[in-house]
């Protein structure tokens, strides 16, 4: 079977109205999830956001669960408890992978990012099955009834130190601002285990949000390729 063949198509619990699903694991062959406005479904909530195509590492959603044998069934996490009790944060950290002053940048620099260009920018760094899940989509209001979906969700999680540590949920009017190969070469720079080993996890975050950032900032606002490191602080708008 061609690994075209192999993508998995599972319901998006966490971006639905679905309260828990049981997606069956397929290995794939690439690292980025697209949101699909077009599937198919009985429920019309469900076909209208809660489609997943999985084309990378992960075989479900990464916002919920890890890599694990074909064979292996999941229930979706629900924990709202682990949210922050304040609003409007850009950046959670369930799993503190970021220092208190690079969670602030952050978090800065995803605000005005939105208020510049519209484009949401979220980051969610969480340790399997330590996660909001489900309870996620309503904290950052995605994939609800009239939104542009032009929003990106980064989920960090180091999976035992067995897979790549960058885990992307792309809304669908993000596809081509930045398409499916951006976020393969992007994983693939600043994800992969030597990198975290060599540089640190709180690195592979930085660099990858700040790529992001310069991307959707750029005259084009589009990108195939990932920028270099050492952007300047006037690409990233601050």
């Known amino acids: 079977m061609s690994p075209l063949a192999q993508?998995?198509?599972?319901?998006?619990?966490?971006?639905?109205?679905?309260?828990?699903?049981a997606p069956t694991a397929t290995s794939v062959s690439s690292k980025v999830s697209y949101l699909s406005a077009s599937a198919s479904s009985n429920n019309e909530d469900i076909s209208r956001r809660?489609?997943?195509?999985?084309?990378?590492?992960?075989?479900?959603?990464?916002?919920?669960?890890?890599?694990?044998?074909a064979s292996a069934r999941l229930e979706g996490v629900n924990k709202p408890e682990l949210l922050p009790s304040e609003q409007g944060l850009n950046v959670i950290q369930v799993e503190k992978f970021l220092?208190?002053?690079?969670?602030?940048?952050m978090n800065d620099l995803l605000t005005k990012l939105e208020a510049d260009t519209g484009y949401k920018v979220r980051v969610l760094c969480q340790?399997?099955?330590?996660?909001?899940?489900?309870?996620?989509?309503?904290?950052?209001?995605?994939?609800?009834?009239?939104?542009?979906?032009?929003?990106?969700?980064?989920?960090?999680?180091e999976f035992g130190g067995k897979g790549n540590v960058l885990n992307f949920n792309v809304g669908d009017g993000m596809k081509f601002a930045l398409p499916n190969v951006f976020?393969?070469?992007?994983?693939?720079?600043?994800?992969?285990?030597?990198?975290?080993?060599?540089?640190?996890i709180d690195l592979a975050i930085t660099n990858a949000i700040?790529?992001?950032?310069?991307?959707?900032?750029?005259?084009?606002?589009?990108?195939?390729?990932?920028?270099?490191?050492?952007?300047?602080m006037r690409s990233l708008g601050m």
Do not use: H
């Open 210 to 232: 700040e790529a992001i950032v310069s991307c959707l900032r750029s005259e084009d606002q589009y990108c195939v390729n990932v920028p270099d490191q050492g952007m300047s």
């Open 99 to 105: 220092t208190k002053g690079q969670e602030k940048r």
């Open 50 to 69: 809660s489609a997943l195509v999985t084309l990378a590492g992960l075989t479900v959603s990464p916002l919920i669960f890890p890599a694990l044998p």
């Open 183 to 200: 976020w393969t070469r992007l994983s693939s720079k600043y994800g992969t285990t030597f990198f975290v080993k060599e540089n640190g």
């Open 127 to 157: 340790a399997y099955p330590r996660t909001p899940g489900l309870a996620i989509r309503d904290y950052w209001s995605l994939g609800r009834e009239g939104d542009d979906d032009k929003y990106i969700v980064l989920v960090v999680d």
């Open 7 to 21: 993508l998995s198509v599972a319901l998006l619990a966490t971006l639905s109205s679905v309260g828990a699903f």
